[in-house]
C-alpha cells in the first residue's frame, strides 16, 4: 500500500461523457483503495464533455476535457479528481493519449477506449480492461504529485504509448518514484 501525501484524504472517481458504466468506476476505486492507503468514491452525476470534440479528428481533446474537470475540484484541496471516458482522446501533437493530468494539480483524466481489447479486434477481457485502467489512472495519479516519467519499465510511471508496454508495466510504482510521493508533501 502506497501512502499519499499528508492532506490528500480522499479519490474522486468522475463519469465523462456517454456510454461510462458506473460498476466499471466501483470496480477501478475498489483496485485503486487496494492500491493506496486512501478513500475512493465514485462521483454518480455525468460531466458532459461535448465541448470539447473535435469533430474531424472524431476524438476529444483531453487537455480541454481537464479544463472542465478543474471547477468541480475546486474549493477541495483534499482530494484528487479523475474523469474516466469512453470517449478516445487526444492533443493536437499525438494521434491519441490515454490520459492526460495536470502536473502538480488536482485533476486528471484517463480514456477506456484504447484500453479495451475490442478496440485492436479481439474478444472482450473485462479484467484486463480493469487492470489496464487501474494502472493508467496510477500514473496519471503520480503526475498530479509531481512525478514525471519513470525509467523503470515495470513502474506505472514509464511511459507507454501502446497497451503492449502497459501490460508490462506493474499496478504500482518503484521504489524511487514511491519515495518522491512521500517526500511530497
Ligand atoms: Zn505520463
Ligand atoms: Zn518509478
Redesign the pocket.
Known amino acids: 500500500m502506497i501512502s499519499l501525501p499528508r492532506g490528500i484524504t480522499a479519490i474522486h472517481l468522475q463519469p465523462v461523457g456517454d456510454g461510462v458504466a458506473l460498476e466499471m468506476l466501483d470496480r477501478i476505486s475498489a483496485a485503486l483503495a487496494r492500491v493506496f492507503e486512501v478513500s475512493c468514491h465514485v462521483r454518480r452525476e455525468r460531466l458532459d464533455a461535448g465541448l470539447a470534440l473535435d469533430p474531424v479528428r472524431r476524438q476529444y481533446f483531453s487537455t480541454a476535457v481537464l479544463q472542465q474537470l478543474v471547477p468541480l475540484a475546486a474549493g477541495d484541496e483534499e482530494i484528487r479528481l479523475f474523469g474516466i471516458t469512453e470517449y478516445d482522446l487526444f492533443v493536437p501533437v499525438l494521434t491519441f493519449v490515454f490520459?492526460?493530468?495536470q502536473l502538480d494539480g488536482r485533476c486528471g483524466l484517463i480514456s477506456l477506449h484504447r484500453l479495451r481489447e475490442e478496440f485492436y479486434g479481439l474478444p472482450a477481457r473485462g479484467e484486463l480492461l480493469e487492470e489496464r485502467a487501474v494502472k493508467e489512472v496510477i500514473?496519471?495519479l503520480?503526475?498530479t504529485f509531481g512525478l514525471?516519467?519513470c525509467p523503470d519499465w515495470s513502474c506505472a510511471?514509464a511511459?507507454?504509448h501502446a497497451v503492449e508496454r502497459l501490460d508490462l508495466k506493474g499496478a504500482r510504482l518503484c521504489a524511487d518514484c514511491t519515495r518522491r510521493i512521500g517526500a511530497w508533501s
Do not use: L, N, V
Open positions: 490520459g492526460e493530468a500514473h496519471e503520480g503526475h514525471r516519467h510511471m511511459s507507454t
